[in-house]
């Protein structure tokens, strides 16, 4: 039997060598992950992120010019992610990538090539998410009819958005049991450059136009004041505020659709095309994957008609339940990928590395929200923000924050242009938020 000693552990063994050789079996118990990566262009000097799923450790490295990297790691289970990104006659691109699950034996040598997926950075981005509830004022009982997605136009230009949708990829529950998921660890699906979305879609009915610098807010159940009877919760009563409402879809349960507050226009209301069962598009409380999307060169309608853009969760054909719209990656304007707190050891992935190479945890039923972080370099280069920026953000939850330290909802409020970061990687992109900035104390 041949055996083969490769520099790294050498390297640590003679650098570690006791008396006693005690930390030579540490040592010894080193294993080696070596990391290269796929695509188009010039890979070198990307980000690559290592995670034991065990152990929660971190490693992190930059390929070299030959897009590789290698790590020195204790045996476990790990999952790579790799970003970076590239510019090109003003357009900027990022990449993303994962590896799924790696297996690392004591003293071998594990490789893996991930495949890097390009996307352009969008002018429009999701904000903020609130779609875990809150806590009525009994301290007790859930509520969880008061979700909502902040759009927000992250560019100095007019963003006029044309057949604009919302939809959920399945399955709904990042905890479910994943059926397109193969013996790689990689969904079936990513091949083919789609995100199924399960139980229908909503969309704009005419063009969305946000102004630069501006948010718009989409209520996604009760768009109503909902503090007058939990305070906890958010007041959608407002005339500049969309909400989905369409009971003639078949979405017509009360509980999650009370006829809207009379402030908001009926020109706000989003229509929907239902394509699964129930009466009801549950934006998970736990865990979404959420994308917005337009559907380029044909209306939504159109688009959902057509029964080759239908695919059937894990393989279930013809059963309705199992249903899916098949939206092609290149029409995603923006994604994120949710992951539960309370199942941290059974939460998988169902955006590809295009949309959203990573995820982001969220504890629900505290009122609770996904905000975007600052893109602290770009928003403190932008001259209209001398003196308004607010610094020494605090409204994370725990160790969740948004590392800029740039307080964006007290920096906007003194008429700050905040430009929020953007690498298709939610696990940097997005802390959770201690409250939804639409409520009074935020």
Known sequence: MKYKFFLPILLLLFAACGPDGSAITDMVSMSQVDITLSGDGDLSGFSVTLRNVQTGSVFESTTNADASVSFAVTPGIYEATATGKRASDGIAYSYNGTSGQLTVLKGSITTATIAMRCARQSQVVIK?????????????????????IILYNNSSQTASLSNLCIGEASPANAQQQNKNID??????????????????????????????????????????????TVSQSVNYANADYYCMYDPESGYNNTNYYPTPSAVIPTSHYLRAIEIGQGNGWALSVTSPALIVFQTHDITPTAYAAN??????????????????????TQWIVDGIEVFSSGYKDS????????????????????????????????????????????????????????????????????????????????TNDFHERRRCSLTIDN
């Not at 083919?192 to 159940?221: A, C, K, M, R, T």
Request: proline share 4%; aromatic share 12%; with cysteine.
């Open 128 to 148: 903020e998410v609130y779609n875990g509830g809150c806590l009525k004022d009994d301290g007790v009982t859930k509520f969880q009819y008061d979700k909502c």
């Open 183 to 228: 013996a790689s660890g990689r969904l079936t699906y990513e091949s083919e450059g789609f995100i199924p979305v399960w139980n229908g879609i909503w969309y704009f009915p005419s063009v969305l136009e946000i102004e630069p610098y501006s948010q718009i807010v989409i209520n996604v159940h009760g768009a109503i004041d909902n503090t007058l």
């Open 307 to 328: 029964a080759d853009n239908i695919w059937y969760d894990g393989g279930q054909t013809g059963n309705k339940v199992w249903a899916c719209f098949k939206v092609p």
């Open 347 to 426: 939460s998988t992935k169902r955006l590809t590395a295009d949309v959203d190479a990573g995820y982001v945890w969220l504890t629900n039923y505290q009122g609770h929200s996904l905000y975007r972080n600052v893109d602290a370099e770009a928003t403190r280069a932008l001259p209209e923000n001398e003196g308004l920026l607010v610094e020494g953000y605090t409204g994370g939850v725990d160790d969740s924050t948004d590392p800029s330290g740039i307080d964006a909802e007290a920096s906007m409020r003194r008429g700050a242009h905040i430009i929020f970061q953007d690498t298709n990687l939610s």
